[in-house]
Protein backbone atom coordinates (compact mmCIF):
# COMPACT_ATOMS: atom_id res chain seq x y z
CA UNK A 1 0.00 0.00 0.00
CA UNK A 2 1.48 3.42 -0.91
CA UNK A 3 1.01 6.42 2.01
CA UNK A 4 0.78 9.63 0.57
CA UNK A 5 2.35 12.66 2.02
CA UNK A 6 -0.34 13.66 4.33
CA UNK A 7 -1.07 10.38 5.17
CA UNK A 8 2.70 9.79 6.54
CA UNK A 9 2.62 12.99 8.11
CA UNK A 10 -0.60 12.05 10.33
CA UNK A 11 0.62 8.78 10.72
CA UNK A 12 4.13 10.46 11.90
CA UNK A 13 2.63 12.91 14.42
CA UNK A 14 0.50 10.04 15.83
CA UNK A 15 3.48 7.61 16.79
CA UNK A 16 4.88 10.68 17.89
CA UNK A 17 2.18 11.58 19.74
CA UNK A 18 2.16 7.66 21.07
CA UNK A 19 5.92 8.19 22.46
CA UNK A 20 5.31 11.23 23.90
CA UNK A 21 2.40 10.29 26.05
CA UNK A 22 4.73 6.86 26.93
CA UNK A 23 7.47 9.93 28.82
CA UNK A 24 6.73 11.81 32.15
CA UNK A 25 4.76 15.13 30.86
CA UNK A 26 6.04 17.01 33.95
CA UNK A 27 9.02 18.43 31.84
CA UNK A 28 6.68 19.73 29.48
CA UNK A 29 5.26 23.22 29.37
CA UNK A 30 1.12 24.03 29.40
CA UNK A 31 1.68 25.07 25.75
CA UNK A 32 3.49 22.54 24.73
CA UNK A 33 0.96 20.20 26.27
CA UNK A 34 -2.04 21.82 24.61
CA UNK A 35 0.10 21.48 20.98
CA UNK A 36 0.51 18.35 21.61
CA UNK A 37 -3.31 17.14 22.22
CA UNK A 38 -4.09 19.70 19.29
CA UNK A 39 -1.84 17.97 16.59
CA UNK A 40 -2.97 14.66 17.68
CA UNK A 41 -6.12 15.52 17.78
CA UNK A 42 -6.32 17.10 14.40
CA UNK A 43 -4.44 13.61 13.73
CA UNK A 44 -6.59 11.47 14.69
CA UNK A 45 -10.31 13.82 13.29
CA UNK A 46 -8.22 13.97 10.08
CA UNK A 47 -7.90 10.04 10.07
CA UNK A 48 -11.44 9.59 10.52
CA UNK A 49 -10.89 8.35 14.38
CA UNK A 50 -13.26 10.58 15.98
CA UNK A 51 -13.10 8.90 19.47
CA UNK A 52 -9.41 9.41 19.82
CA UNK A 53 -9.55 12.77 18.28
CA UNK A 54 -12.16 13.60 20.91
CA UNK A 55 -9.94 12.26 23.70
CA UNK A 56 -7.44 14.39 22.83
CA UNK A 57 -9.20 17.06 22.73
CA UNK A 58 -10.78 16.78 26.32
CA UNK A 59 -7.49 16.13 27.38
CA UNK A 60 -6.28 19.55 26.20
CA UNK A 61 -9.62 21.12 27.79
CA UNK A 62 -8.95 20.11 30.70
CA UNK A 63 -5.42 21.76 30.53
CA UNK A 64 -6.91 25.01 28.88
CA UNK A 65 -10.99 24.66 29.13
CA UNK A 66 -10.98 27.79 27.12
CA UNK A 67 -8.80 27.09 24.24
CA UNK A 68 -10.30 28.31 21.18
CA UNK A 69 -8.74 25.54 18.87
CA UNK A 70 -9.55 22.88 20.30
CA UNK A 71 -13.35 24.15 20.96
CA UNK A 72 -13.49 24.30 17.25
CA UNK A 73 -12.07 20.99 17.04
CA UNK A 74 -14.02 19.50 19.27
CA UNK A 75 -17.34 20.93 17.57
CA UNK A 76 -16.25 19.64 13.84
CA UNK A 77 -15.72 16.08 16.03
CA UNK A 78 -19.41 16.40 17.15
CA UNK A 79 -20.73 17.61 14.08
CA UNK A 80 -18.46 14.61 12.03
CA UNK A 81 -20.58 12.00 14.30
CA UNK A 82 -23.90 13.63 12.82
CA UNK A 83 -25.70 11.94 15.75
CA UNK A 84 -28.84 14.20 17.34
CA UNK A 85 -27.21 14.46 20.27
CA UNK A 86 -23.89 15.25 18.43
CA UNK A 87 -25.08 18.16 16.50
CA UNK A 88 -26.68 19.29 19.78
CA UNK A 89 -23.57 19.02 21.32
CA UNK A 90 -21.62 20.79 18.47
CA UNK A 91 -24.66 23.60 18.67
CA UNK A 92 -23.78 24.38 22.41
CA UNK A 93 -19.79 24.09 21.89
CA UNK A 94 -20.00 27.11 18.71
CA UNK A 95 -22.95 29.31 20.73
CA UNK A 96 -20.39 29.24 24.08
CA UNK A 97 -17.02 29.57 22.18
CA UNK A 98 -15.07 32.87 22.94
CA UNK A 99 -14.11 33.52 19.66
CA UNK A 100 -17.30 35.00 18.19
CA UNK A 101 -15.72 36.82 15.60
CA UNK A 102 -14.19 33.77 14.15
CA UNK A 103 -15.48 32.78 10.90
CA UNK A 104 -15.18 29.25 11.98
CA UNK A 105 -17.49 29.28 15.13
CA UNK A 106 -19.92 31.51 12.86
CA UNK A 107 -20.05 28.91 10.04
CA UNK A 108 -20.21 26.11 12.64
CA UNK A 109 -23.30 27.11 14.32
CA UNK A 110 -24.88 28.02 11.42
CA UNK A 111 -24.14 24.26 10.22
CA UNK A 112 -25.75 22.94 13.40
CA UNK A 113 -28.46 24.52 13.16
CA UNK A 114 -29.14 23.85 9.74
CA UNK A 115 -28.66 20.26 10.48
CA UNK A 116 -30.90 20.47 13.69
CA UNK A 117 -34.04 22.26 11.68
CA UNK A 118 -33.83 19.13 9.45
CA UNK A 119 -34.29 16.84 12.27
CA UNK A 120 -37.41 18.97 13.48
CA UNK A 121 -38.66 19.13 9.98
CA UNK A 122 -38.46 14.80 9.58
CA UNK A 123 -39.57 14.63 13.34
CA UNK A 124 -42.70 16.33 11.72
CA UNK A 125 -43.39 14.89 8.87
CA UNK A 126 -43.12 11.74 10.32
CA UNK A 127 -45.65 12.58 12.95
CA UNK A 128 -47.93 13.44 10.51
CA UNK A 129 -47.07 10.22 8.34
CA UNK A 130 -47.50 8.02 11.27
CA UNK A 131 -44.28 6.87 10.92
CA UNK A 132 -43.67 8.62 14.60
CA UNK A 133 -45.35 8.23 17.93
CA UNK A 134 -45.97 10.75 20.56
CA UNK A 135 -46.64 11.45 23.92
CA UNK A 136 -48.33 14.42 22.96
CA UNK A 137 -52.19 15.06 23.60
CA UNK A 138 -52.24 16.65 19.87
CA UNK A 139 -49.87 15.23 17.84
CA UNK A 140 -51.08 18.02 15.01
CA UNK A 141 -50.25 20.66 17.33
CA UNK A 142 -46.99 18.38 18.10
CA UNK A 143 -45.79 18.69 14.68
CA UNK A 144 -46.53 21.93 14.38
CA UNK A 145 -44.49 23.49 17.12
CA UNK A 146 -41.76 21.25 15.76
CA UNK A 147 -41.58 22.96 12.27
CA UNK A 148 -42.17 26.33 14.25
CA UNK A 149 -38.83 25.22 15.56
CA UNK A 150 -37.08 23.80 12.00
CA UNK A 151 -37.88 27.52 11.07
CA UNK A 152 -36.53 29.27 13.71
CA UNK A 153 -33.34 27.27 13.42
CA UNK A 154 -32.83 28.02 9.46
CA UNK A 155 -33.53 31.10 10.52
CA UNK A 156 -30.79 31.98 12.81
CA UNK A 157 -28.57 29.77 10.50
CA UNK A 158 -28.95 32.12 7.50
CA UNK A 159 -27.58 35.03 9.95
CA UNK A 160 -24.84 32.90 10.81
CA UNK A 161 -23.85 32.37 7.44
CA UNK A 162 -24.54 36.13 6.78
CA UNK A 163 -22.34 36.55 9.52
CA UNK A 164 -19.47 33.92 8.52
CA UNK A 165 -18.99 35.87 4.97
CA UNK A 166 -19.15 39.43 6.62
CA UNK A 167 -15.87 38.08 8.31
CA UNK A 168 -14.90 36.21 5.54
CA UNK A 169 -15.79 37.66 1.80
CA UNK A 170 -16.46 34.49 -0.17
CA UNK A 171 -16.39 31.31 2.18
CA UNK A 172 -17.74 28.61 -0.54
CA UNK A 173 -19.21 26.58 2.66
CA UNK A 174 -21.51 29.90 3.61
CA UNK A 175 -22.48 30.06 0.20
CA UNK A 176 -23.08 26.93 -0.34
CA UNK A 177 -25.04 26.93 3.33
CA UNK A 178 -26.85 29.99 2.15
CA UNK A 179 -28.20 27.94 -1.35
CA UNK A 180 -29.72 25.22 1.05
CA UNK A 181 -30.58 27.58 3.78
CA UNK A 182 -32.98 29.88 1.64
CA UNK A 183 -34.73 26.68 0.00
CA UNK A 184 -35.46 25.70 3.16
CA UNK A 185 -37.10 28.76 4.34
CA UNK A 186 -38.98 28.98 0.50
CA UNK A 187 -37.35 31.61 -0.29
CA UNK A 188 -36.56 30.34 -3.25
CA UNK A 189 -35.36 32.94 -5.28
CA UNK A 190 -32.64 34.10 -2.78
CA UNK A 191 -31.54 30.44 -3.32
CA UNK A 192 -30.47 30.73 -6.39
CA UNK A 193 -29.34 34.27 -6.12
CA UNK A 194 -26.89 32.59 -3.43
CA UNK A 195 -26.63 29.55 -6.02
CA UNK A 196 -25.36 31.88 -9.05
CA UNK A 197 -22.74 33.14 -6.57
CA UNK A 198 -21.85 29.81 -5.86
CA UNK A 199 -21.54 28.99 -9.42
CA UNK A 200 -19.23 31.79 -10.42
CA UNK A 201 -17.46 31.47 -7.01
CA UNK A 202 -16.33 27.72 -8.06
CA UNK A 203 -15.93 28.45 -11.75
CA UNK A 204 -13.10 31.49 -10.68
CA UNK A 205 -11.20 28.84 -8.35
CA UNK A 206 -10.90 25.99 -11.25
CA UNK A 207 -9.84 28.58 -13.81
CA UNK A 208 -7.03 29.43 -11.30
CA UNK A 209 -6.61 25.71 -10.63
CA UNK A 210 -6.68 25.09 -14.16
CA UNK A 211 -4.12 28.05 -15.30
CA UNK A 212 -1.59 26.09 -12.82
CA UNK A 213 -2.09 23.00 -14.17
CA UNK A 214 -0.42 24.24 -17.62
CA UNK A 215 2.89 24.95 -15.28
CA UNK A 216 5.14 22.56 -17.34
CA UNK A 217 7.41 22.45 -13.76
CA UNK A 218 4.51 21.06 -12.27
CA UNK A 219 4.92 18.02 -9.82
CA UNK A 220 3.00 14.83 -10.30
CA UNK A 221 1.25 15.14 -7.10
CA UNK A 222 0.32 19.14 -7.47
CA UNK A 223 -1.20 17.86 -10.70
CA UNK A 224 -3.33 15.52 -8.89
CA UNK A 225 -4.42 17.97 -6.34
CA UNK A 226 -5.20 20.52 -9.08
CA UNK A 227 -7.46 17.91 -10.90
CA UNK A 228 -8.96 16.67 -8.18
CA UNK A 229 -10.07 19.71 -6.93
CA UNK A 230 -11.66 20.85 -10.11
CA UNK A 231 -13.35 17.72 -10.38
CA UNK A 232 -14.79 18.36 -6.49
CA UNK A 233 -15.66 21.96 -7.98
CA UNK A 234 -17.74 20.74 -11.15
CA UNK A 235 -20.08 17.98 -9.06
CA UNK A 236 -20.84 21.29 -6.64
CA UNK A 237 -21.18 23.13 -10.20
CA UNK A 238 -23.64 20.81 -11.07
CA UNK A 239 -25.17 20.01 -8.05
CA UNK A 240 -26.28 23.70 -8.11
CA UNK A 241 -27.70 23.91 -11.59
CA UNK A 242 -29.63 20.51 -10.70
CA UNK A 243 -31.09 22.55 -7.88
CA UNK A 244 -32.34 25.83 -9.83
CA UNK A 245 -33.79 23.81 -12.66
CA UNK A 246 -35.82 21.78 -9.96
CA UNK A 247 -37.20 25.31 -9.08
CA UNK A 248 -37.76 26.72 -12.03
CA UNK A 249 -39.40 23.62 -12.76
CA UNK A 250 -41.58 23.83 -9.45
CA UNK A 251 -41.99 27.52 -10.71
CA UNK A 252 -43.24 26.58 -13.89
CA UNK A 253 -40.40 28.48 -15.76
CA UNK A 254 -39.96 25.29 -17.86
CA UNK A 255 -37.00 26.74 -20.43
CA UNK A 256 -35.10 28.34 -17.86
CA UNK A 257 -35.09 24.79 -16.03
CA UNK A 258 -33.87 22.95 -19.60
CA UNK A 259 -31.32 26.26 -19.83
CA UNK A 260 -30.34 25.00 -16.32
CA UNK A 261 -29.79 21.15 -17.03
CA UNK A 262 -28.32 22.21 -20.40
CA UNK A 263 -25.45 23.78 -18.39
CA UNK A 264 -25.22 20.59 -16.45
CA UNK A 265 -24.82 18.49 -19.49
CA UNK A 266 -22.13 20.91 -20.88
CA UNK A 267 -19.89 20.08 -17.98
CA UNK A 268 -21.17 15.89 -17.67
CA UNK A 269 -22.34 15.13 -21.37
CA UNK A 270 -22.51 11.62 -19.72
CA UNK A 271 -25.22 12.28 -16.40
CA UNK A 272 -28.13 9.90 -17.22
CA UNK A 273 -30.38 12.21 -14.78
CA UNK A 274 -30.05 15.34 -16.50
CA UNK A 275 -31.03 14.06 -19.93
CA UNK A 276 -33.78 12.13 -18.30
CA UNK A 277 -35.19 15.55 -16.68
CA UNK A 278 -34.87 17.38 -19.44
CA UNK A 279 -37.06 15.01 -21.55
CA UNK A 280 -39.84 15.10 -18.99
CA UNK A 281 -39.39 19.00 -19.58
CA UNK A 282 -39.59 18.88 -23.31
CA UNK A 283 -42.76 17.07 -23.20
CA UNK A 284 -44.49 19.36 -20.90
CA UNK A 285 -43.46 22.31 -23.40
CA UNK A 286 -44.94 19.96 -26.25
CA UNK A 287 -41.71 19.76 -28.12
CA UNK A 288 -42.49 15.81 -28.35
CA UNK A 289 -39.29 14.52 -30.88
CA UNK A 290 -36.85 16.67 -28.85
CA UNK A 291 -38.50 14.84 -25.71
CA UNK A 292 -38.20 11.68 -27.71
CA UNK A 293 -34.59 12.43 -28.31
CA UNK A 294 -33.31 13.16 -25.09
CA UNK A 295 -35.13 10.21 -23.57
CA UNK A 296 -33.34 7.70 -25.56
CA UNK A 297 -30.07 9.45 -24.74
CA UNK A 298 -30.80 8.46 -21.05
CA UNK A 299 -31.40 4.92 -22.38
CA UNK A 300 -28.08 4.80 -23.87
CA UNK A 301 -26.29 5.72 -21.15
CA UNK A 302 -28.33 3.68 -18.62
CA UNK A 303 -27.86 0.19 -20.44
CA UNK A 304 -26.45 -1.42 -17.46
CA UNK A 305 -29.98 -0.87 -15.42
CA UNK A 306 -31.96 -3.63 -15.70
CA UNK A 307 -35.54 -3.28 -17.43
CA UNK A 308 -37.36 -3.37 -14.92
CA UNK A 309 -35.72 -0.72 -13.34
CA UNK A 310 -38.00 1.75 -12.11
CA UNK A 311 -36.65 4.62 -14.10
CA UNK A 312 -36.37 2.75 -17.46
CA UNK A 313 -39.97 1.89 -16.99
CA UNK A 314 -40.83 5.29 -16.74
CA UNK A 315 -39.06 6.30 -19.89
CA UNK A 316 -40.35 4.07 -21.73
CA UNK A 317 -43.33 5.69 -20.50
CA UNK A 318 -42.54 9.03 -21.66
CA UNK A 319 -41.14 7.62 -25.34
CA UNK A 320 -44.74 5.82 -25.58
CA UNK A 321 -46.42 9.24 -24.73
CA UNK A 322 -44.14 11.01 -27.15
CA UNK A 323 -45.25 8.75 -30.08
CA UNK A 324 -48.78 8.76 -29.92
CA UNK A 325 -48.01 12.38 -29.13
CA UNK A 326 -46.75 13.05 -32.09
CA UNK A 327 -48.66 10.29 -34.24
CA UNK A 328 -51.84 12.57 -33.31
CA UNK A 329 -49.95 15.75 -34.17
CA UNK A 330 -49.63 13.82 -37.67
CA UNK A 331 -52.70 12.88 -38.30
CA UNK A 332 -54.41 16.45 -37.10
CA UNK A 333 -51.66 17.66 -39.79
CA UNK A 334 -53.25 15.58 -42.12
CA UNK A 335 -56.84 16.60 -41.67
CA UNK A 336 -55.96 19.83 -42.07
Known amino acids: MTIGKTGTAILCSLTLLGACNSQDKKGMTKEAQLGLHLEG???????????????QVQKGLALDHDN???????GDIHQQRGTT????????????????????????????????????EDAASAIRSGDR?????????????????????WTECKACYLETLEIHLGNTKAVAGLVRVCALLGD???????????????????????????????????????????????????????????????QENLQGAV???????????????AYSRRAAIYF??????????????????????????PDIRQAYALLRRCKDALSAGDLVGSKN
Open 284 to 309: RLAQYQRASDTMNTFLKLSAHLPFDH
Open 259 to 273: DELGAVIAINPDLPQ
Open 41 to 55: GLGYFTAGDLDRAQV
Open 85 to 120: ADIRAAEAIFRAHPAQHDFRVQLGLGIALERLGVLF
Open 188 to 250: EAASIRWGREYIEILKSASRVRQLELEDATLAANRESELKGAIALNDEATIKTHLHISTIYTR
Open 133 to 153: TTDALDPAKRADELESHAQEA
Open 68 to 74: ERLLLLL
